[in-house]
């Protein structure tokens, strides 16, 4: 990855880039999803770059794929698709686009690439980790065969290639419980996030679920402790949690589900105030479309979707790099566990 400050020159020889409040008011449609969150002067700041990528994905034939933790001007401004883990890979099986640039963590892009290898994918930093896929290797998920032997492995789609390659099915926090109840034989192996399998694991009493010590440095930080406290300050908050929260999290809160399960929820339900113990943009993305709803109390922010941004969206285009890279037979196995996951799904109606 290139100095940002030798990346900002190189773009400027090519692009207008100073901040611009004529073009922001020309791209008045867009900043109507997002002003709620972003103030104006940010906006006159982000537009020279959010007409910069839109115009270089028709040259290139490109769609950004977005995650639902990436930042409003991301999410609004160039984002040809929107959703949570499970629906970012079954667009990649779908979109005739000749690139993906993947607005998300390297996790999310090598899946991409897994699911379409004839295109190019691109990650604008190549650094965007996650602390679950790194805290496993395929050796991990062997270590934990011979520990329980038979035992299938369900990973979640939070881990490396390789990780993926050495499971048998992949699973994402929309459709974990019911893919592990699917699993045959007793005990089910889980990895690497502990807390959305012992989450799972109450919702699957039949199935004996065990676990690898793995965890989301985001989500792990709520407590119990923290949503009593809240609670009697502000009882009439709705309180909503990512399964990758610890159970007594989970349990202390209205409702629990996948990024996108938690924006269905929020629309539907529109509760006066919500909090979401989850990564911040969340709440951002959804603000404007839901003026009616107050998006209370505390937030984390995931580092590694934060170093996406704008500026390293447009040198990726532009550069046509970092492209993402996976072996021919690590790929091939891997995308038969994360196809498997998308057939299984499809089945069940998730
Ligand atoms: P979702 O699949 O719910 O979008 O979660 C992905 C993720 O990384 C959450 O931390
Ligand atoms: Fe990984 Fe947690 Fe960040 Fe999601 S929020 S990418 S699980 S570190």
């Known amino acids: 990855m290139l100095d940002i400050a030798v990346m900002r020159d190189r773009l400027a020889e090519h692009y207008e880039l100073a901040p611009n409040a004529d073009l922001a008011e020309d791209l008045a449609d867009l900043y109507a999803k997002m002003d709620r969150v972003v103030p104006p002067a940010d906006w006159a700041m982000h537009a020279p770059y959010v007409a910069a990528i839109n115009r270089l994905k028709r040259e290139r034939n490109a769609v950004v794929l977005a995650h639902n933790y990436m930042t409003p001007e991301i999410y609004h401004g160039i984002a040809d698709f929107v959703g949570d883990s499970l629906q970012l890979a079954i ?11 993947q607005c998300g963590v390297h996790f999310m892009a090598e899946t991409s690439k897994i699911l379409s290898p004839g295109k190019i994918v691109l990650i604008p930093d190549t650094g965007a980790g996650c602390s679950l896929a790194e805290s ?3 050796e991990g998920v062997a270590e934990m065969r011979a520990r329980y032997p038979g035992a299938p492995v369900v990973s979640y789609v939070n881990t ?3 990780v993926k390659a050495a499971s048998d099915i992949c699973c994402t926090s929309s ?6 109840a699917a699993m045959a034989g007793d005990t089910v192996i889980m990895t690497p996030d502990t807390y959305l399998a012992q989450n799972v694991a109450r919702e699957v009493p039949q199935k004996n679920v065990v676990w690898w010590e793995g965890s989301c440095i985001v989500h792990e930080r709520f407590t119990a402790e923290d949503i009593a406290a809240f609670r009697d300050w502000n009882p009439d908050t709705r309180v909503i949690a990512h399964p990758e929260c610890p159970p007594s999290v989970v349990d202390a809160a209205d409702f629990s589900g996948s990024t996108k399960g938690i924006i269905d929820y929020v629309s539907r339900e529109k509760p006066r105030n919500a909090m979401l113990l989850t990564e911040c943009s969340m709440a951002s993305n959804i603000a404007d479309a839901l003026p009616e709803v107050d998006f209370v109390g505390p937030c984390n922010m995931c580092p590694y979707m934060k170093k996406i941004t704008l500026e390293k969206v447009l040198w990726s285009l532009h550069t046509m790099s970092p492209a993402v890279e996976v072996e021919a037979q690590t790929a091939e196995k891997a995308r038969r566990a994360v196809q498997r996951m998308i057939d299984l799904s499809r089945q069940l109606g998730i």
Do not use: G
């Not at 667009?91 to 000749?98: F, I, L, N, P, Y």
């Not at 459709?175 to 592990?180: E, F, L, M, P, S």
């Open 136 to 138: 496993i290797t395929a």
């Open 91 to 101: 667009e990649a099986t779908r979109t005739d686009a000749d690139v993906i640039v």
């Open 175 to 180: 459709n974990a419980a019911q893919i592990v």
């Open 160 to 162: 490396t290639a390789e």
